[in-house]
């Protein structure tokens, strides 16, 4: 045969090579993490930065690595909004660890692609293990385990959970009722369970009108009321509508609010629903003890998921779900076309991932998870979710002791949701009336100058018709100092704004 | 406030023991790729191996990192199908290089989350350079590219792309046909596209008896007929079914056939259907001039992905996908909570990828693509891919030199389709008949005893009640000693089969 590479005599997987630039690699992200606090947290670029300082098409000839990290260091960085920065306290954290992203590049190095066992026994098997190990961290009940009739699989987001969840429910309904009521079918949750549950059922062929967001209130701390949800359920039932689907949260994104699972599963069963319980953030926490109770009654509901890489330490992306009865998923989503045969499959002795999920390839997710579960064990995973909680605490303590702010909802986790009030008499009961338009105006602008000073990124929320700054705490490098600085920073604008206040009104 | 962590005193992102694991786990991947060889292509394990070799729950102390790696070496290693090895030849490669593992590490190490600009503007803004790059290489028509008025946008599977692609469709339609309709809409491929396409046609609620994978022949080497499809589409017309969706496929599993994208798209857009064009193994080849002809007729069509994470050096998972028109996607996948609400967004001036796909979180994969383009540069990748298909054709020529197979169907880019037939004066034509069983189970067995040999691992295929051996050249590491290799397996294999084979007829 002829000589076949011509520009090049290194194969591009050469180890001398992969060793001399991983080695570099690992050093630039080191120091990265190292010096990250030089840094604004939120990225100040313009839209359009990036294509004025690259070329307009990919190199003919190959580029050496060292000018690659060049551009890395003084295009990418400036326009990185450092979610691993330790004064980041926006949306919900996806933190990191040291296991987590080794765990990603291992899979990486490994590169296999298990959609069944045959294609590598090793990832399939890895993830019923590790999700069993970690349901049982959880306390989940066994019928959610492999070592009970269930088992739980790794996905990339909650995103793809809930439209798998939504097929497996839609199909066993529409096996009932007959295939051509996809029209009828209802799905329940609150007004503030997350967006995604809203797209997936668009996305699944549910009608946009017959998802029912039931209203919460502030008294209720933003849960959904089981008295709600049957009124909303018996209404629909009486005009024909099915009923097929309730989502529960478990600490839901605006204030991390708290469904309470066992009436509302109550509720749900009674009508024939399936009950996803969606603890993408909360989740985590039920491995400690004191936190458990926030999952009081999954046992009534059909599948329950967390995103592990949101504040569990493995990185982006990680989405574990549990489900009583794969057989449902696997109705719903097996594919079988010859060229995936294979005798283990055939035997129907093990267990093919790709019957579990919406995609064929998946990437050996469970590596990083389990790393992550045997570097740091159960301890240290408690303890890191506590030091969270107790930084959150001391941040709603010092609002507390503030009486230009207010604590807006109770805490429930490691986020604070808080505001700035108009006066410092302002009680945030309610009745503030009219002075919420103000108010809000007021804590956009407070939001807007703490994240334009670069040394801390917030979001907020707006529940209530209240405008609520969210502090989430949970970035892996956050510490003490930084929580105290942030309120150093919030503090200080909070005084600026009140100068411009006198002024304006 | 009180310290925080209680049991260890390193946080898991502590830059030092960062460093230190990091380093070992580089060294780790370089061995294992120079050593690769070394291990059976096909893991060897029984299925429940790793459950009696992993302890029943997590470790409630942190393990060291040594004890870890020991575990991965002892009992994982054993359990993993190596799709690095260079003697893979199976289903299509996952191919893998340095840029594209380091990048997967750097987009770990960064840890962004780039749902919206404002999350991260690079993550956003590389993504779109890259795409343009990428589909300017494919010589892809303006229409597709941000440079244009379309756009692209990297997933993590062509799966998901299905997905996508037919809610936008369907949507489309139904806003013309009424949103009643649903169990009306008729999506068309051939009985040779991937299967993730029925399942993503069911996912979206599409009835499963309307998905019409027109039949294919071996004579017209298995690719979609222009005319087989008018008829069908056709006869659905005449029935009331309204045509939504063609998928044409660019290198289909089987035996890589190509549908011929120019007279498929004018049937199609006779009856107002959305094309997309599924190049997920084949379309990496466009960016040789020679082969660019096999998409010729793209410019008729709506949308096109492939897979960089096959045949494109990026490991899993990297699908990029083009469309002509983003707003379509848009329509039916925006969310627009206020928890996500921001300037840039408000704006209308930015790209907020989240409404492009059907996830919210979405890791930093630009990043990995924009390392492989330069760290090879065109010409490499180029010269790359025209190695393998280079051995391709050589393992081609070897295979037809022995009268003892044939070659299934002609050859198009690195994977050739052959089997063994039962008598060397075998012609392999349409008129094998009755001997056709005999034969694929003499090709199933020599598949399995040369698998069983641990030095190769091929898959199969059923195409034409032909059951044929699919050699695919694509792994990185593959030279042509490792086909040369493979064929003298294959040869030693046959021979003793033929042995058998006298005995048993």
Redesign the interface.
């Known amino acids: ?2 000589p ?5 005599t290194t ?9 001399r ?3 570099m ?10 010096n990250i606090e030089q840094y604004p947290v ?2 100040r ?1 313009k ?5 004025q300082l ?1 070329p307009p ?7 050496p ?1 060292e ?2 990290m060049k551009d ?1 260091q003084s ?10 920065h330790p004064s980041y306290f926006a ?1 919900f954290p ?1 933190s ?7 765990g ?3 899979a ?6 298990g959609f069944n ?7 399939t ?2 993830e ?3 999700m069993d ?2 349901g ?2 959880l306390s989940l009940p066994k019928p959610y385990l492999f070592s009970g009739d269930g088992g739980g699989v790794i996905m ?2 909650t ?2 959970a809930f ?1 798998v969840m939504l ?1 497996a429910a ?1 199909d066993q309904k529409l096996a009932e009722i007959g ?2 009521k ?2 009828k079918l209802v799905v329940y949750c609150s007004d503030q369970t ?3 549950l ?2 997936a059922a ?4 549910i ?1 946009p009108g017959n998802v029912r967001a039931v209203a919460t209130t502030r008294a209720a701390s933003f849960a959904l009321s089981p008295d709600s949800l049957e009124s909303a359920v018996l209404a629909d039932v009486e005009m024909g509508w099915v009923p097929l689907f309730l989502c529960a949260t478990i600490g839901t ?2 204030t991390t609010a708290v469904d309470p699972l066992q009436p509302l599963c109550q509720v749900a069963k009674q009508h024939g629903m399936w009950v996803h319980v969606d603890a993408a953030y909360g989740g985590s926490a039920c491995i400690c003890p004191e936190f458990r109770h926030v999952i009081d009654g999954v046992e009534g509901a059909d599948s329950f998921s967390l ?1 592990a ?1 949101k504040w569990f ?1 493995t ?3 990680c989405c574990c779900l549990w489900v009583k009865n794969p057989d449902a998923l696997k109705r ?2 097996s ?6 045969r294979n ?2 499959s055939d ?1 129907g ?2 267990i093919d991932y790709k019957d579990w999920q ?6 050996f997710r469970s ?1 990083k998870l389990w ?1 992550v ?8 995973l408690r ?2 979710l ?2 969270h909680v ?2 959150a605490k ?1 941040f709603e303590k010092l609002v507390a002791g503030d009486d230009r702010f207010e604590v807006v909802v109770p805490r429930r986790f490691a986020m604070v949701c808080f505001r700035m009030t108009r006066t410092s008499e302002g009680s945030g009961s309610d009745d503030d009336g009219g002075d919420e338009g103000a108010n809000n105006l007021m804590n956009k602008k407070l939001l ?1 100058r703490v994240n334009g000073s670069g040394r801390v990124f917030m ?4 529940v209530g018709g209240i405008y609520l700054l ?1 502090f989430a705490v949970g970035s ?2 956050t ?2 100092e930084h ?2 600085e942030a309120w150093k920073v919030i503090q200080e604008h909070a005084d600026a704004i009140q100068g411009d206040y006198i002024h304006l009104y």
């Not at 076949?4 to 090049?8: A, R």
């Not at 295009?75 to 691993?84: D, E």
């Not at 990486?108 to 692609?113: D, H, I, K, P």
């Open positions: 045969m002829t076949l590479l011509t520009t090049t194969n591009p997987m050469n180890s001398d090579e992969f060793r630039q991983g080695h690699l690992i050093d630039f992200i080191a120091d990265y993490h190292s939120l990225s670029v839209p359009g930065y990036l294509r690259l098409s990919a190199p003919y000839e190959a580029e690595i000018e690659i890395i295009h990418i960085i400036p326009g990185i909004t450092h979610w691993q949306y996806c990191s660890s040291t296991a987590g992203i080794l990603e590049l291992l990486a190095g490994f590169g296999v692609v066992w045959e294609a590598s026994p090793a990832a098997e890895l019923t293990i590790v190990w970690f049982e961290m990339g987001t995103c793809e439209i097929v839609r295939k051509d996809i029209g997350h967006c995604a809203q797209k668009k996305v699944v062929g009608r994104t605006s995103n890489h330490f990185t982006l992306d719903s989503l594919t079988n076309p010859e060229y995936l005798q283990a035997s002795g093990v919406l995609t064929l390839s998946r990437r590596l790393m579960l045997r570097s740091y064990g159960v301890a240290n303890s890191f506590r030091g107790a930084m001391a807007e979001t907020h929320a707006l969210r892996t490098l510490e003490p929580v105290m």
